[in-house]
C-alpha cells in the first residue's frame, strides 16, 4: 500500500472503477445506446446523468466496503445474515452473468461479422478469444494488475473509436446541452423507455464487484479516499462513452426509416451506409473493446461472487473463483458459438437471465446499502444519512426496473418465443 494514497495525482488512483466501466460498456448498452439515440435524439440525455449519477453512488459505496470491511464481502453477508444469503447471492449472480456471457460472445462475434462472411470462421475466432481469456486467467501471478492494464488500453480505444465517429459527424452541441438538463419522455411519453435506458449503466452487481477489485488492488482503509476517487472516474467514463454513441446516432442515424438496430453488426452497417467504410472501422474498434473487456469481467463478476458467496474464496490467486470463471466463460462460449453456427435461438435463457435479475438485481442493491450503513462493518466510515436516503431511491429505481422487466420485457418475450409455436401447431391443422 502506499503511504499517501490520496495525495498522489488522480491518473495513479484510478483503476477497479475503470475494469466497472468496462463491464457496463458492452455490446447490450451499445445498441440500447444506439437505438434511443437514433428515435429520440438527444432527448433521452438526462437520463444518462441520472442513471450514472447512482451508479457512481452505489459504485462508491462498494469501494468503501472493499477498502474498509474486514474481509471478503459475502463472508460479511455470511457474519450478518447467515451462508444462506451469501450462497443465494453468490449463485445468482453466476447464473446471470453466464447467462448474459452468450450476448457478450456475440458481441466480440458482431466485429468480425462486419468484415467476415464465414460463420465458421467467425466462430472459430470467437472460441480463441474465449481461450485466450482463460489462459489471462491462470497464466499471471498478478492476474489483477494485469487485468487493469488491459481494460485501461481497451477503455482508451473505446474513448477514442466513439469521439472519432462523433466529432466527425458534428453533433447539435445546443441540443445535447439541453438533452443533459432537460427531463422529458421522448417521443412515446412514456416511462419504460426511460427504465430501460436506466438500465443500461446502473448495474447493482458491477457496483458492488467493485468491493473485490478494490480488495485486489491491495487498497485498506487508508486508500478510501483513493476508491472513492477511482469510483467517480469510473462513472464518468460510464457518461461519457453512453452519452457519445446516443449523440453519434442522434446526429447521423436519426430519422432513417430504412435502418433497424437490433444489434451491434446493425449500427455498424448504418454508419457505413451513411459515412462510408471508415466510420464502421472506427466503430468496430470501439465495439471490440466494449465487448471483449465486458466478456472477461462479466464472467469475473459470476465467478468471484460464487466463489465468494459458497466460501472458496475470493482472492485473484484461489484457484476456485478462476474455475468458476472459466467455467461461466466456457458455457457462455457454447451458447454464442451454437447461436452463430447452428442459429440456435437464446431467447429461453436470456428470459431465465431477466427473470432472476428481477430477484437479485433489488437484493444486490439492497445487501450493500445495508453492509454499507452498518457500523460494525464500516467503523467510522458508515452512510451518513443523506448517503442512505440517495441509496434508497435507487434502490426504488432498480425496484422500478425490476418491474418493468417482471410486467412488460419477459411477457414480451414469452410472447415472442411462443408465437412462432402456436403458428406452426394452426399451419399443420
Known sequence: MNDQPSHQPWYRR?????????????????VTSSKVGASEQYSMLWVVVVSVAFMMLYMTLGAKLGAVGSAAPCDLIAAKAGRWLSVLVGLSVFFIATAFQSGNNIGVAATFEAFIESKTVVAGMVIVFNLLAIVFLFAFKDMY??????????VGLMLISFAINLISLRPDLAAMGKGLVTPTLGKSGELLPVLGLIGTTFISAAAFYQAYL???????????KSGM???????????????MLMSTAAAGLSGRADITLNSPVDVAIALESTFGPAAKIIFCFGLFSAAYSSFLVNAMIGGFMAADGLNMGSRPTDLVPRLLTAASLLLGMAVGVAVLIFDFDRTPTIIAAQAVTVVVAPLIAGVLLWLTSSRDVMGDHVNRPATIVFGLIGLGLLLAMAGKTAFSDLPKKLNSYRQPAVTASSDSQ
Open 229 to 243: 476517487v477511482d469510483a467517480r472516474i469510473g462513472s464518468v467514463i460510464m457518461f461519457l462513452i453512453t452519452v
Open 145 to 154: 494488475k494485469m487485468l487493469e492494464r488491459v481494460m485501461m488500453a481497451l
Open 214 to 224: 478494490v480488495r485486489q488492488k491491495g487498497w485498506g482503509i487508508d486508500e478510501v
Open 14 to 30: 484510478i483503476g477497479p472503477g475503470l475494469i466497472t466501466a468496462c463491464v457496463v460498456i458492452g455490446p447490450g448498452s451499445l
